[in-house]
C-alpha cells in the first residue's frame, strides 16, 4: 500500500521528527482522516 502512494509516505517522513506533545493531537488528527481516506477509497473500489 505504501508503495502505491509515494506522496503519502514523504508526508509521514517529514511529520515523523516533528512530533511533540504540542503537535501530538495534530499528528494524530492526520492519521485519522487518512486512515478514512484510505477506507473511504477502498469501499468505493470495491462497489
Known amino acids: 500500500m505504501a508503495a502505491a502512494n509515494p506522496l503519502l509516505d514523504n508526508d509521514e517522513k517529514a511529520c515523523l521528527p516533528t512530533i ?3 503537535n501530538i493531537h ?4 492526520w492519521v485519522l482522516r487518512r ?3 484510505v477506507e ?6 470495491k462497489r
Open 26 to 29: 495534530q499528528i494524530s488528527e
Open 20 to 22: 511533540t506533545l504540542k
Open 35 to 37: 486512515v478514512f481516506a
Open 40 to 45: 473511504a477509497s477502498h469501499t468505493l473500489k
